[in-house]
């Protein structure tokens, strides 16, 4: 079982990256464009997610979920996808995903399409 580590698309308030990292130093969560995939579509950050075990957190509830669906229907399957409303506080989305960290196994998230905060 491996330790959940988080990917912020390009659209994700960086606010909510500073947030989680602030509370909790030892989280993993890396920026698409620290990764070097600003240029990056969302069937790639998808595609880049999954090979690389990375939970992908994004704002975009239209296209980035739509495209994770079509992967699902596919069979490519995806590592998981956090949807974050625009309107949510970035300490309350940082909290959640402090608490997926600390509580449980990046596989537990694969395949799954989840809405934050819970």
Known sequence: ???????ADED???RIVKAAR?????????????????????????EFAAKNNWLLVSHDVNTMKAFAEQRLA????IA????V???KASRSVAEC?????????AEEWK????????
Do not use: C, K
């Not at 079982?1 to 990917?7: E, G, H, I, K, V």
């Not at 998981?80 to 949807?83: A, E, H, K, T």
């Open 97 to 105: 995903l402090i608490l997926i960290w600390a509580a449980s196994s």
């Open 12 to 14: 994700l308030r960086h």
């Open 80 to 83: 998981g996808l956090f949807m």
């Open 111 to 118: 395949d799954r399409i989840v809405y934050l905060p819970f």
């Open 22 to 46: 602030r509370l909790e130093p030892s989280l993993e969560f890396a920026t698409a464009v620290e990764l070097g995939l600003s240029r990056a579509t969302d069937p790639e950050l998808l």
């Open 1 to 7: 079982m491996s330790t959940p580590r988080f990917l």
């Open 85 to 87: 409303p625009q309107n």
């Open 74 to 77: 596919s069979g490519q399957g």
